[in-house]
């Protein structure tokens, strides 16, 4: 969770509903204004930059009719007060927050990572439901937008109070909404513990590059991958991942266990050297798996010992080896093109790249 800064003035369509029904319900407008629900949306995605006000994770939209956006609106004052108030919490602008379904729905854009069986596994606005936990939990509109609240273990993915950092009067708050909120359920967790690995390999790489960490978390906020919040200190800009970016990648190496890496047709995916079928990830694995996979992982059996790489942060099979593990799979002239650009672009030595030109165009 963090500090929101929400739009001072209202949707206009809201506002006008709520002159002229100022004691309607929420599902009343919701029903009644649908241009209005759409403006409001789109008004809270802006002003949230896009991510849930309690997990943060990616507000992920639809593009098909067979799914659903990954969105709906929470009130933080639950709406069950307005019947004993004079003030009608349904319609109140201040009271709205966009968040994801926490777990809850299984027709959801990327439900394989978003949905959760379980209802421990659930978050956000679930556990919260219509509780008054008005005084009892963090509103991200009144969180101090300079100060750290939480810190994060990079081993397990745990979100934590920074009892450090976090004002002294809020932390009692700041833990009761790990626990209301259910932040630190097992799905959150291993997302967070899959971007958080993704971090740490990039800062390692330019490190070992010779930048200085400053510099390293500099070019990683310029990226987007960071937000600077202060002299020396960074928090994630998108802590969560989301479909299209490297971070859905390492959490299905993740997913697939520590000696896993990406494989074949999703190296070349990853370093945009040929297009591939967006569905699936495929994942190399020493071993005999032991846990179930999501649906859209395809397990590959990997060679104890083999050379692996480290590409935008994602442990994976060096290029020359993907591009032979694709052999039957993409054409060979696809391939014979993906080896050429990966030579131009330095991810394969002249030597390499003439060896797998020789295999490629048998």
Known sequence: MKHIEKSPVEPERLARYRQYHPRDTWDKFHKRDRVGYHQLKEQLLRDQHGLCAYCEITICLSDTDEELDDFRVEHFHPKTGTERSRHNYHLDWQNLLG??????????????????????????????????????????????ASARLFKYDSFTGAMEVDEETCPAELVRKARRSLQELNLNCGRLKRLRRAVLEVLQEQVDSLLGEGMSLEDALALLAHRGRLERVGHGVYRLAAPIPFAGETPTYALAVEQVGPSAVLWGESVLALLGLSPTDPARIHVGFVGRLRRRIPDGIVVHSATAGGATAIYEGVRAQPVGAALRACRGAILPERLLAAAKKARERGLLTEREYESARKELAK
Do not use: F, M, W
Request: aromatic letters at 6%; proline letters at 9%; glycine letters at 4%.
């Open 99 to 144: 968040v994801c379904h926490g777990g809850s729905q299984p027709y959801v854009a990327e439900a394989r990572y978003r949905y959760a069986s379980r209802a421990e596994d659930r978050s956000c606005d679930v556990p919260k439901s219509d509780k008054a936990l008005t005084d009892v939990i963090l509103n991200p509109l009144e969180i101090p």
